[in-house]
């Protein structure tokens, strides 16, 4: 479809009901999109909801209200058919590629089994298709016959990026893909993936609690906390002049692997623990934290609003 | 001076695999050592040797640790239970998993002071605050399943070092962590060893966290020490192939986003099959026959610092 970005996201929410009390607010009411070609980072600490939009996203996530358009196509609410035919738009890559393959299932059966459930390929064409995504993904067309045990855990993450690839996905959801893999073993997936989009062109959304992975891959960064989003801006705006304070604090915090760099930065050290998004708090949901915290951050919502070429939802945001 | 901790020449086995081979480093009081390197190298197992806390598959037959001067490998099980939680202590990457359910925060801490929480109650207090837990009064009562896990981190260190050790073992002690609450744990650990002179040995997998606290650093490769010395040092001129590779994998800040990261091709070799020679050699752009046929030994490239790689002088 023409015009429509490869996603939207209107007002999602998703609220989780609780034995006593008010439900869980794991999301709560965010928006935002993306264009074909972009990859946006999602970001946050765990329990910010980023796993959840994810989710939402390709529709494994009940979804409490908004809306979720991909490609054009609402995915919430949607029957199966109509979520059966979105789905073959969009694909998920999950951080740990152990559990993400049948144990049981050749590699070769697991990267053809979209082409073939949707008969878009059988036989010696399956089998050429299949040969060509795994080269294409770096591993080897004889490895079609293997079963998962046989792979290291950065060759199991490639077939699950074949398997993703199968269909031509625009929209491509990648949640934690590197989490799992030592270094040397994430540069190799992270210059792939960077390769594949290139090639392809497919939207991405990187879903990643690493900002060090996310600055390098993503054009965008959505930064998430208790379930809004704080800040979304484009990659150098957000990591040269981060307009939130809790993106700030988040980017002090990370520990840059260069010891006279990292010893000379100001430590700005986060108070406190993130509360409970069964017990959130009034006004701006950061306060608690937010080393320039006035009285009216705990009483007012902060506005969603343009600050540059930033989204920000703060009161005092760095003009 | 004596080190807090000396380790030998260490060497242990799982069947015939020397999977930890030749390992040794010393640590001064109040010293950060971070053990840095990928899954499978070996560090995780050689703290658990430190502690004498190996699993039953892993065998020790060479080497010996050396707490203050005092050879461990002498002390029977018995006398070793007397060292562990009051002259040398442990803690661990799953804070929750590593404390007992069923008891509250204040017994399991009174418990390195080897007396009951009534007596122990004001130092227990006492040290709940020195870790950073807000309202210790409060806490002390609890179970672990009340508290977050930057928080259950806390009490943990907090029962690690009630008895005062000279040495902590931290094996990924952050690894399971938000990033903001680990740079709260990394502060609190660096302000132990330096207001209480702990010697601390850091294992990690994260190169960041190595510069940020570390004094010095080991890097390990398929059970062995590749390159040891200052931080700074091997951070600014890595002497080792695979220290360099390790670092130039890395984003950072600093980089054109999408640019090329460097890889390491191949994978590590699994214990049956390490290498005659160097065990890097198999994916190091600099390895010749040499380095196939003759085990690079630790030698000094630069003062105090130290490289098990026979090009360790063309290492860029």
């Given amino acids: ?319 | 001076m004596t080190p807090a901790l000396a380790v030998h020449d260490l060497r242990l086995l799982i069947g015939g695999a020397a999977v930890v081979d030749g390992v040794g480093f010393a640590v001064a009081p109040g010293e950060v050592m971070a053990l840095v390197g990928e899954s499978g190298c070996g560090k995780s197992l050689t703290a658990h040797a430190i502690m004498r806390l190996l699993p039953d598959a892993v065998r020790q037959d060479r080497g010996y640790v050396a707490l203050d001067g005092d050879n461990l490998s002498v002390l029977s099980e018995r006398q070793m239970r007397l060292v562990r939680g009051r002259r040398m202590s442990m803690i661990f990457q799953e804070p929750q998993a590593a404390l007992d359910p069923l008891s509250t925060v204040g017994a399991q801490v009174a418990e390195g002071t080897g007396s009951p929480l009534r007596q122990a109650r004001a130092a227990v207090l006492a040290m709940l605050d020195e870790v950073g837990i807000a309202d210790p009064a409060r806490r002390i009562d609890q179970y672990p399943f009340e508290l977050s896990g930057g928080m259950c981190q806390r009490v943990m260190i907090a029962s690690a070092l009630i008895a005062r050790p000279a040495v902590l073992i931290a094996d990924e002690p952050t690894t399971a962590l938000d990033v903001t609450i680990q740079a709260q744990i990394l502060d609190l650990l660096r302000r132990l060893a330096i207001e209480r002179g702990t010697a601390i040995v850091l294992i990690t997998h994260d190169m960041g966290v190595v510069a940020d606290i570390a004094d010095r650093v080991a890097v390990m490769y398929a059970g062995r020490i590749a390159e040891t010395g200052d931080t700074a040092a091997i951070f600014a001129r890595p002497r080792h192939p695979y220290t360099a590779l390790l670092l130039a994998a890395l984003p950072r800040r600093t980089d054109v986003p999408r640019s090329r990261l460097a890889v390491i091709e191949g994978r590590v070799p699994a214990p049956s099959e390490f290498p005659t020679g160097c065990r890097f050699a198999g994916r190091c752009p600099l390895a010749d026959a040499r380095c196939r046929a003759e085990t690079p030994l630790l030698r000094e490239v630069a003062r105090g610092h130290l490289s098990a790689c026979w090009h360790a002088e063309a290492v860029r």
Wanted: with cysteine; hydrophobic share 45%; proline share 8%.
């Fill in chain 1, 1 to 319: 479809m023409s015009g429509a970005p490869a996603l939207r996201v209107t007002d999602l929410a998703v609220h989780y009901p609780a034995r006593n009390g008010p439900p869980v607010r794991a999301v709560d009411g965010i928006s935002f999109a993306l264009e074909a070609h972009e990859t946006l980072g999602l970001v946050g600490e765990s329990g910010c909801g980023k796993s959840t939009v994810a989710r939402a996203i390709v529709g494994l996530q009940t979804v409490t209200h908004g809306s979720v358009m991909v490609d054009g196509t609402e995915i919430v609410g949607a029957g199966r058919a109509a979520l059966r035919a979105a789905r073959a738009g969009m694909q998920m890559v999950f951080q740990d590629p152990v559990t993400s393959l049948n144990p049981r299932m050749t590699v070769g059966a697991a990267v053809g089994e979209p082409l073939l459930v949707r008969g878009l390929a059988r036989g010696a064409a399956l089998r050429e298709r299949v040969a060509l995504l795994l080269t294409e993904c770096g591993l080897r067309p004889e490895d079609a016959a293997r079963y998962p045990h046989q792979f290291s855990g950065g060759q199991r993450q490639r077939i699950v990026i074949a398997r993703a690839l199968a269909l031509r996905p625009a929209l491509l959801v990648c949640d934690e893909p590197v989490s799992a893999l030592d270094v040397s073993v994430r540069a190799q997936i992270l210059n792939l993936l960077v390769d594949l989009q290139r090639a392809h062109g497919m939207a991405c959304l990187f879903v990643s609690h690493d900002l060090a992975v996310v600055r390098h891959v993503c054009d965008r960064v959505a930064v998430m906390y208790l379930g809004h989003l704080a800040e979304l801006a484009p990659r150098d705006a957000l990591f040269s002049a981060p307009r939130h304070p809790y993106t700030r604090a988040l980017l002090a915090a990370v520990p840059e692997p260069d010891p006279v760099a990292q010893r000379a930065k100001p430590r700005v050290p986060l108070v406190g623990e993130i509360p409970s998004p069964a017990r959130m708090p009034s006004g701006c949901r950061f306060h608690t934290r937010c080393p320039m915290a006035q009285p009216v951050c705990r009483e007012t919502e902060p506005a969603w609003r343009e600050v540059g070429a930033s989204m920000v939802a703060c009161h005092f945001p760095n003009e």
